[in-house]
Every structure is written in C-alpha cells, then in structure tokens.
C-alpha cells in the first residue's frame, strides 16, 4: 500500500510507487536512459505539436546551444514513468506527456529536430546531472525554489501545478475551492492538503486516510463528497479510474521550472525567449491539451509568467 510521505514534493513518489504496483510504470532501455523518437512513428497530436514547433533562427556561437545543436541531440534529465508527464509507452517506446513534449518542442528549436535522449533521473540526482554536463536540461516537474536556485538554474517556470479537487464522475456543484464550504472533503494523511481545505472551506469536514488507493476508494464509497490531493497524485489516479473527475485546476501554486547548469546565463535567456514563443503562439496550449488536457476538464490555463517564481528570477 503506498503510504503518503510528509511534504509536498514527494507527493509525486507517492504516485510512481503506486503506477508500479498497477503494472503502469514504463520500461526503459537497460541503461537508464531512452531514445525519444523524433520520426517514424504513427502520426499522431504529439506529431503534429513538432510539425508546428518553431527553430531557432540563429545560435550563439560557442553557446551551450550550438554544441546541442553539434551533438544532434538534446539530453534530458526526466522520468519514464510517469503518466501524463512522461511515461515510456510499453508498445512504441516513446516517451509521453507534458515535459516529454515541451523537450521535443525544445529539442526541435535548437536542432531542427526533436532529437531527445532522456536520462532518468531522481530528485536527489538531479543538480548533480546538471553540475557535471551529464544532461543538458531537467524537465522533470522540478519545483523552483531559491534554496535550488543557488545550484541550478531556471528557466521559467513553465508550468503550475498543485493541490486541486476531484469528485466522482457524476458530482454536481463543486468546482471550486469555496465550494467545499459545509462538504466533507478527503485528504491524505500528513498532507499539505488539510491545511489548504481549512483555508480555503472554513467550514469543510476534513476526513483523512493512509495512502491514495484508500482516499479514492472512500470518494468512490460517498464517505465525502470531494478529495483534496497534489495534481501529480490525481492526474494518475483519475487517469486510471475512470469513476473519478478532476474539477478545474490547482489551486494553490508549485512552479515547475527548466533546470539549467548553474551559471550559464544565455542558456536560460534563450530558453525563456523559447517559452515566451510558444506560449505567445498557442502551441503552450496545445501541448497542455494533448496531456494534462486528456483528463482535466476545461480549457487550457494561462501558462505562469516567465520570471515569476522565487528563484526564476
């Protein structure tokens, strides 16, 4: 049973221990890395995200880019089992998801192809990977924060996540936060989720569990009309059970930021006018619906502003 760890981070751990005990958790290549495909598979909505994608006009010469660009190859730190984020498909071998798709879409605007090799990586590797050039960037649900900052850089942030409410399927009237005001809400045990529910729905009735599987199961059973919990936590379970509906998006804030070396200053100019790009043209948009979008309800959000986070500065 996959017990929920004290933090909001590791919220996220929670939701792979759980996808490896339902068989969902992705194979990689032996060598802890995987080859995303940048060609030759069925055309499909990821396919014509790169179709659309913007290159890069020039490159700097002597850049962090330019040498990508030498290599044919962008390498990531990232994850392969991680649903809608990035998940190894068992079948194709290509990776899926938000932060696959925004490093092909990269990947394509300094090559001219989404050349992307992933390296999978864990929250204590990660700094490390940058540190000493193993991977190029870390698009892996990587929190901004100053603390981090002081090791890495960070572009962005590029997307928000955070606690957000599922119901069952066929729930009426809750779809946001004050609307939980005199519901009973499901939490996890030890999870920054009670705290948010006491804030936002003075008058919500908070009851809590061990573990994930047990919160769905009580929402499922009518033991409370709502369940609080991570977006990286829900999006799985709701991914999965199809009786279980997110309702709306997060709301409270956990910048996701591109990790850069420390230091390397045009690095992150240039993925942040990159960012700017494709938030300006729509594709922002469309990637998040080709992902995240196949199980929240409604349209895409605004995409955080470039800078804006403690750390992104």
């Known amino acids: ?89 068992p079948g194709t071998r290509k990776v899926e998801g938000l932060d696959a798709d925004f490093g092909r879409l990269l990947a394509k605007y300094i090559i001219g192809k989404p050349e992307v090799k992933i390296v999978n990586s864990a929250s204590e590797t990660r700094e490390a990977l940058l540190a000493n050039g193993t991977v190029d960037v870390v698009l892996q649900t990587y ?55 006491k804030k936002a729905a003075p008058q919500a009735k908070i009851i809590t569990f061990g573990s994930d599987p047990e919160c769905t199961q009580a929402l499922k059973q009518g033991r409370g009309d709502a369940y609080v919990q991570d977006q990286a936590v829900l999006l799985a379970t709701a991914k999965q059970d199809p009786e279980v509906r997110i309702q709306g998006g997060p709301f409270t804030a956990d910048p996701y930021g591109i990790g850069l070396k420390h230091g390397d200053a045009q690095m992150k100019q240039f993925v942040n006018d990159w960012l700017k790009t494709i938030q300006a043209s729509g594709l922002w948009a469309k990637t998040w619906k080709n992902s995240i979008g196949t199980v929240v309800q409604g349209d895409a959000p605004q995409p955080p502003a470039i800078g804006s986070a403690p750390g992104s500065e």
């Open 1 to 89: 049973m996959v017990r929920f760890p004290a933090g909001p981070r590791r919220t996220a751990v929670a939701a792979a221990a759980l996808l490896s005990l339902t068989g969902l958790a992705a194979c990689s290549d032996g060598g802890g890395s995987a080859a995303v495909p940048g060609g030759g598979a069925a055309k499909g909505a990821a396919d014509e995200l790169v179709a659309a994608a913007p290159v890069a006009a020039s490159l700097p010469a002597g850049s962090t880019m330019e040498k990508i660009k030498k290599r044919g190859q962008l390498i990531v730190g990232g994850s392969l089992d991680a649903p809608l984020l990035s998940q190894q498909n």
């Open 143 to 197: 929190s901004i924060t100053p603390e981090r900052a002081k090791k890495v850089a960070f572009a962005g942030p590029y997307f928000s996540s955070g606690l957000v409410i599922a119901t069952k399927k066929d729930k009426q009237g809750i779809a946001k936060p004050a609307d939980l005001n005199g519901k009973t809400v499901i939490a996890g045990a030890n999870t920054p989720a009670i705290a948010a529910v």
